[in-house]
């Protein structure tokens, strides 16, 4: 019963409830003996909630098919349930309730969900809770800061997996099912309980230093076990607690350390302590670049940052949900770079991760780091790039503002003061002023507490007088880096750290053919090439450092985005420089955003000469690659993608289907799906042949493909029936929802689509009342129509201001989108 309004707990509410209840202990006892029978909607789970209450009356969160019974000190009592809340009256100073229920498997990803994998018919359930499902597990005080201690008792078949946040306690197992339960978990607020189940392929591990041992766990379903990286996986988690337990002086606090990969995944991973839930595309079936484990070795140490920061730790409203996020974000980074062997991090991290924060800051819906959050719709709008990337960005800067040291005194004081406990902006404050006597508070007005990104360019007047010159003006800390052309090679010749507050501040730079502001990339700002540094670029960018070139493609994109650099100027020096770029993480993000300028910022006259461009681009660029190496990889991908909306493409390919590709490259199932998909985007691949190629490749991931390849043809009962089933088809899961998305918006054929412009409108209003915010926010951003203007979209805002404050916010979001487009095309 999603459309009820008492789904969305409020912060003023919520915080009156944990005023008035303390609550102690929960067990969840779980019955999904009968998850493998696809006829069982549901399954039964009873929860038994010890808590003292300072008030007769209170309500007990809980989304799920019914209610069956209510026991409240003993007594049956009448149920008094909404679809969201469970009523519970005459309470005394201590209380014991017991909630029996029926909850509903899931599709959609929230709450526990159900998965069958085509390739040998195995049910896999997994939880995924945050910021609000865990009540349609189990029922629960669903806010952060009421910490209980969990214990869990699961009914399961017999030769599966079960699994939650602590080690197996005892289990019991007879007539084919098997009864286990958990050990009482350390107090942790209900969104970061977890429980897994099935048949579930495992590796073990164990991790000790002098005074502790902790067992390691690597997960996965059975069909991909051939698949599963699990001695880097393992490596990399041991890097991980070696330098954090370091770092923080406080021991690795949750016992085991599990880390299952699982399908059909809403989030790139979850910090459930002792039980993180990865999303399967970490584990590559084909081919994979070094970049691409670099980032999975960077959500595995973000995880696990968040042992000590969110679970340890943890904020007492979604307000605060930077606390953890802006800091996982960072220790992701940052503990790749100085104990794993993926010492490019903070590239990556410059060029492609701070892209999501300057996007997402530009916004009219942007919000200070230290947000406002009222309500749990907004929060769950609010795990985005200001709150994650623009965190992790500034925090780099606090760390440039009051020294490395000092930054992990200040944190490991923090954990020693609030363990297990909830916090706000304020405690942490405390900490890092007195670690660091620096002025932590006019630093976070300044920057925790402010919204939007500045801008910095360098200005030099008729007598050669420079001055440095930020809009939205904020207090930086930064290096400006100084680089000389020698021997057609971009070259540093000298550093000079500045702080600057003011709107101008004058500077004594010597002469320099580049002078990269934000050197180092230690402040949070878009940084600006004037016109001598942009001509040194054009010519030698692939010569820099890669931390250099990294700031220099981030600062070209930025430009790009902005209308100051045109379209076609930069997709000049990516055709020019993309092909020289070592670092594959650069890479990927550079030829992502070649894509999308030309999908959305190239005006329509010149956009089919540049697809041509950029078709011939890539194919070239893939051809020239050294064989079987990531560049090679990488560059075929973006061929597969340029196909898509170029048929200049159609003949190679098809070789490349046939086997007919430059020598080392694996035409892998990742691979093959993009090139299949291109083919049926353009019209050339039947549905016979996209039928046949599913027989080939029958797994989660081919169904999942097929369903995209199959929606994408080019005619227009097709794309008719594909944009039907997504608004009305209720058994789709996630993945396969979004691969009818892509399908519908394949090719950028707006001829196609334009006629369901209007009823896009007629259609949100009632999805997101009566869908799943997680379904919902797919369908809103995803078949949101690319108009060539913004009056459709205002007229719906006009006559819908008194749609949910979540809803407004993402098509508020889309008409700045669209209409960025516009401008900058205009200003072609």
Same mark, same amino acid.
């Given at each position: ?9 409020? =912060? ?87 909630? $029996? ?53 699961? *009914? ?117 302590? $002792? ?40 904020? =007492? ?49 942007? *919000? ?107 207090? *930086? ?60 670029? =054009? ?290």
């Amino acid at each position: 019963m999603d459309d009820m309004s008492s789904a969305n707990l409020t =912060r003023q509410e919520t915080a009156a409830r944990s005023a008035a209840v303390n609550v102690h202990e929960i067990r969840v006892e779980l019955d999904l003996r009968d998850a493998q029978n696809p006829e069982q909607r549901g399954f039964s789970t009873t929860t038994t909630l010890a808590f003292d209450s300072s008030e007769s009356t209170t309500w007990i969160d809980f989304i799920g098919e019914s209610v069956d019974h209510v026991i409240v000190n003993d007594i049956e009592v009448p149920i008094e349930y909404d679809g969201a809340r469970i009523t519970v009256r005459g309470l005394a100073a201590s209380n014991t309730a017991v909630i $029996g229920a029926t909850g509903v498997y899931s599709r959609s990803g929230e709450g526990l969900h159900r998965f069958v994998d085509p390739v040998d018919g195995e049910t896999y359930l997994y939880t995924q809770y945050e910021p609000a499902d865990s009540r349609r597990v189990m029922a629960c005080f669903e806010q952060p800061d009421m910490k209980a201690s969990y214990t869990f008792v699961v *009914h399961a078949p017999s030769g599966w997996q079960v699994l939650s946040n602590q080690r197996v306690a005892k289990a019991e197992e007879a007539d084919g099912v098997q009864t286990v339960e958990l050990a009482p978990t350390l107090p942790l607020s209900s969104y970061i309980t977890a429980v897994a189940a099935g048949p579930y392929h495992r590796v073990d591990g164990t991790w000790s230093r002098a005074d502790q041992e902790v067992a390691l766990g690597v997960l996965c379903r059975a069909s991909l076990a051939p698949h599963l990286e699990a001695d880097e996986i393992i490596e990399i988690t041991r890097q991980g607690l070696d330098f954090f337990t370091d770092a923080f002086a406080f021991a690795y606090p949750w016992g085991k350390y599990d880390q299952i990969f699982v399908p059909e995944y809403n989030l790139g991973a979850m910090e459930n302590p $002792g039980l993180v839930t990865f999303t399967e595309a970490y584990i590559p079936r084909g081919a994979a670049t070094d970049a691409q484990r670099g980032a999975r070795a960077n959500t595995i140490l973000h995880e696990m940052a968040h042992m000590w920061f969110g679970d340890l730790v943890t904020m =007492r409203w979604w307000d605060d949900l930077w606390l953890k996020e802006s800091f996982a974000d960072y220790m992701g980074s940052h503990a790749s770079a100085a104990a794993t062997r993926f010492t490019d991090a903070w590239e990556r991290f410059a060029a492609n991760r701070k892209a999501w924060a300057y996007q997402q800051d530009q916004l009219p819906t942007t *919000h200070p780091i230290v947000a406002d959050i009222t309500d749990l719709e907004a929060a769950k709008l609010n795990f985005d790039g200001i709150t994650y990337a623009k965190g992790a960005a500034v925090l780099k800067q606090l760390v440039a503002f009051v020294g490395a040291e000092a930054f992990f005194e200040g944190a490991r004081r923090y954990f020693a003061a609030h363990a297990y406990g909830n916090t706000t902006l304020d405690d942490l404050l405390v900490q890092l002023e007195d670690a660091s006597g620096r002025d932590v508070r006019a630093w976070s007005k300044a920057w925790l507490e402010t919204s939007g990104v500045s801008t910095l360019w360098l200005e030099t007047d008729s007598e050669g007088a420079r001055m440095l010159v930020q809009s939205d003006p904020r207090p *930086h800390r930064l290096r400006v880096g100084l680089y000389d052309l020698t021997d057609g090679r971009l070259v540093l010749h000298e550093q000079v750290e500045l702080d600057i507050t003011g709107e101008r501040t004058p500077v004594a730079l010597p002469d320099a053919d580049l002078v990269l502001l934000n050197d180092e990339d230690l402040s949070y700002v878009k940084a600006r090439l004037d016109d001598a540094s942009l001509a040194a670029v =054009r010519t030698a960018l692939s010569t820099l450092p890669p931390l250099p070139r990294a700031l220099v493609w981030s600062s070209l994109w930025n430009a790009a985005r902005d209308g100051e650099l045109p379209a076609a100027e930069y997709l000049e020096i990516v055709r020019r420089h993309a092909p020289a770029e070592e670092n594959t993480g650069l890479l990927a993000g550079v030829l992502a955003n070649a894509a999308y300028t030309i999908g959305h910022f190239v005006p329509a006259p010149q956009r089919d000469a540049e697809r041509d461009a950029w078709l011939t681009a890539t194919e070239t660029a893939m051809d020239a690659a050294a064989p079987g190496s990531d560049a090679q990889l990488a560059w075929a991908r973006a061929f597969a993608t340029a196909s898509a909306v170029s048929d200049a493409g159609t003949e190679r390919v098809r070789a490349l289907l046939d086997g007919e590709g430059p020598a080392g490259l694996p035409i892998d199932p990742q691979l093959r799906w993009s090139l299949i998909a291109a083919s049926a985007t353009t019209g050339n691949l039947s549905e016979d042949a996209i039928a046949k190629e599913l027989e080939n490749d029958d797994t989660a991931e081919g169904r999942t493909a097929a369903l995209r390849a199959l929606a994408s043809r080019p005619t227009a009962d097709v794309r008719s029936a594909a944009w039907d089933r997504a608004w009305s088809d209720h058994s789709l899961s996630n993945d396969h929802l979004d691969a009818i998305i892509a399908g519908v918006r394949a090719g950028a054929r707006r001829d196609l689509i334009a006629r369901f412009d209007d009823e896009y409108f007629a259609w949100i209003a009632g999805t997101w009342d009566s869908r799943s915010i997680e379904i919902a926010r797919r369908l809103v951003l995803g078949l949101f129509p690319g108009t060539e203007t913004t009056n459709a979209v205002d007229a719906w805002l006009a006559a819908n201001a008194a749609a949910p404050a979540a809803l407004r916010r993402l098509v508020i979001e889309q008409r700045d989108h669209l209409a960025r487009e516009i401008r900058v095309r205009a200003a072609q």
